[in-house]
């Protein structure tokens, strides 16, 4: 179960299909921390992000890129994108949504969906392995994989693009390497610079197609 200090809240969908929306709600109330739940249509999104009573956003991926126009508008609730097709006509906008973590659908269950939100919530960014491949095979981030590899890593960025891999938060990370959150948000915010990218999302996927870890 969730733990008491990671409260999921409300939570807000815009998954495309009845039939996912509908599946999606009933395992997201099977979940005592869930309060509110309510799908919505991408045209809905901003007036629904606009009230601030939503604590987690799920979308599908044909969903995902309407959140570029939020990206600069305020803070988003905690992001977690849903799906295993990957549209081959996003390219890099990928790299530039925001996004806390992923859900696969066709492994998608109370537990799965149970542990995504724990971790999302705790600063991680859970993402099944089925799933990051087909974000590396199917879509190109903005910095290529030659240009990576010539990227000077530090030791300790190595060390920490390797954690956050893993999926670890920065707190995790600064525990790892028994430095502090401060080191450690410096640390992701130097491989950030590095990399290109915006997001820790597009961080490790730059970092998995350019065989940096």
Known sequence: ??????????????????????????????????????????????????????????????????LAAHADSGPLPVVLVLGDEVPD????LY???????????????????????????AGEMPMPPSLARRLLAGNPTRVSGNDVRTVAL???????????????????IARAMSISSHGAKRLVGSLLLKLGVSNRTAAVITALKAGLV
């Open 1 to 66: 179960m969730i733990q008491n200090d990671l409260v999921a809240g409300n939570v807000l969908m815009s998954v495309g299909g009845e039939v996912v929306s509908t599946g999606l709600e009933a395992l997201l109330l099977r979940l005592p921390p869930i309060g509110k739940v309510r799908a919505c249509t991408p045209d809905d999104l901003a007036s629904e992000l606009a009230t601030g009573s939503w604590d987690v956003l799920i979308v599908g991926f044909d969903q995902w890129s309407a």
């Open 89 to 92: 006509e996003r390219g890099d």
């Open 95 to 121: 790299a530039s949504l925001p996004a806390d973590g992923f859900l696969s659908l066709a492994n998608l269950s109370a537990q799965s969906l149970e542990s995504t939100l724990t971790r999302a919530i």
């Open 154 to 172: 530090t030791p300790r960025e190595r060390e920490t693009l390797s954690l956050l891999a893993k999926g670890l938060s920065n707190k995790q």
